[in-house]
């Protein structure tokens, strides 16, 4: 005796819906680690040295809620120190190329740009927890240097979204 052949077509509206489904999913979000896809390239400026940061900074932009952590830093000459407003100083430690300890924060910090001038700087950790845009104290942040530090940010894989503006 010979079997029919079941009908698929029955089968197919589901077989549709099941891929459809399948489909909507997708590839999932780069995993998140603080404010920084956690899968996305970071580096540090390998030509950077310390002493490029001698002086007074303000923090005029930075990721995470509540008050700055910075606010105002000063470097001794050479860099190899800091003092925070709220008191907290230390050394500056030299990490790796572009890498750096500061006083306060619990990880190495990355320098992830400086410009040419050594006037605005970027600092971040590859788990992106920190980050935030230092700027020569007393000086205004012109829009072309804020818009760079932004673009290192999203190149690096934090939230441009998420990058606050400190008055």
């Given at each position: 005796k010979v079997h029919p052949v079941p009908q698929l077509t029955a089968l197919r509206p589901f077989t549709a819906l099941a891929l459809m489904a399948l489909a909507a999913c997708g590839a999932p979000p780069p995993p998140q680690s603080g404010?920084?896809?956690?899968?996305a390239p970071i580096s540090s400026i390998a030509g950077f040295s310390r002493s490029q940061l001698a002086g007074d900074w303000e923090e005029v932009a930075r990721y995470g809620s509540g008050?700055?952590?910075?606010c105002r830093i000063s470097f001794a000459a050479d860099g190899a120190r800091a003092t925070r407003a709220d008191g907290i100083a230390g050394p500056v430690a030299a990490l790796g190329p572009g890498r750096i300890s500061?006083?306060?924060i619990d990880a190495p910090v990355w320098?992830?740009?400086?410009?040419?001038?050594?006037?605005?700087?970027?600092l971040g950790t590859p788990s992106g927890a920190f980050g935030t845009v230092l700027n020569r104290a007393g000086a205004a942040l012109p829009s072309d240097r804020l818009t760079a530090a932004r673009e290192i940010f999203d190149f690096?894989?934090?939230d441009p979204q998420a990058l606050r503006l400190l008055p």
């Open positions: 404010f920084r896809a956690v899968d008050p700055c952590t910075l500061l006083p306060g320098v992830l740009w400086i410009d040419g001038d050594a006037r605005t700087l970027v690096a894989g934090y």
